[in-house]
């Protein structure tokens, strides 16, 4: 079994900053991308950054500049650095990990819980 579990979530002022952080652990074998995605009342989820297991980062245009991913392989977790934050920033992120558990042949997604992120004055 293989779980993920976020944190860092919370209620910061429109210019503010905050880090999530995202463990996985379990019966884990390797870990191949790790990310976020978010998701907004009344929106659909999506991307918010990915790393690969070499550190290969992608942004979604609307956090460019603003956000950093970053993850400690030896640790099994991905952080979020997020500078700047706006309105629009407000939804619950999600953490993700496309894992090799241990005794199978291939990877698959798992999820982690989603930790609220609410920018407002």
């Known amino acids: 079994q293989v779980q993920l579990v976020e944190s860092g979530g919370g209620l910061v002022q429109p210019g503010g900053s905050l880090r999530l952080s995202c463990a996985a652990s379990?019966?884990?074998?390797?870990?191949?991308?790790m990310g976020w995605y978010r998701q907004a009342p009344g929106k659909e989820r999506e991307l918010v950054a990915t790393?690969?297991?070499?550190?290969?980062?992608k942004y979604a245009d609307s956090v460019k500049g603003r956000f950093t991913i970053s993850r400690d392989n030896a640790k099994n977790t991905v952080y979020l650095q997020m500078n700047s934050l706006k309105p629009e920033d407000t939804a619950v992120y999600y953490c993700?990990?496309?894992?090799?558990?241990?005794?199978?042949?291939?990877?698959?997604?798992?999820w982690g819980q989603g930790t609220q992120v609410t920018v407002s004055s």
């Open positions: 993700y990990g496309d894992i090799y558990s241990v005794g199978t042949i291939t990877s698959r997604d798992y």
């Open positions: 379990g019966s884990i074998f390797s870990i191949n991308n």
């Open positions: 790393i690969s297991t070499g550190g290969t980062t």
